[in-house]
């Protein structure tokens, strides 16, 4: 239930914000492997989730991608799954999570058409 409400409270969010992108998230995807990289997600809310771009910026280590599309769909409590497809259709991720903190964490599991991969956990807040 607390869940439920936490998805209500950021959909909510959502909806009083700007139309052009609604939310606006940062944060930090961190590798399995101990490198990091940080993350401006810019999301506005369709049916039963999100959609919207993010931003990769290099931190301990490059990106796999600069810039991706980004589409989440929730569950009733409160979790979600997703996925990520960067702007030059070269680097897929698959992403889940639930809602913490006003924001979103999870795991991610990405893969490049050169065969570069890479998974890890991620979270972004307003």
Do not use: K, W
């Amino acid at each position: 239930m607390v869940a439920g409400v936490a998805m209500l409270v950021l959909l909510a969010g959502v909806l009083v914000a700007s139309p052009a992108y609604a939310l606006r998230l940062r944060g930090v995807a961190l590798s399995d492997s101990g490198i990091y990289v940080s993350l401006v997600v810019r999301v506005h809310q369709v049916a039963t989730g999100l959609v919207g771009n993010v931003r990769c910026i290099a931190g301990s280590a490059p990106c796999l991608f600069g810039r991706a599309r980004v589409s989440v769909t929730f569950a009733p409590d409160g979790s979600f799954t997703g996925g990520l497809l960067s702007g030059n259709g070269r680097t897929q991720c698959a992403i889940a999570g639930v809602l913490a903190g006003g924001g979103l964490e999870g795991r991610y599991e990405c893969l490049r058409n050169d065969g570069a991969g890479d998974v890890g956990s991620f979270q972004v807040t307003p």
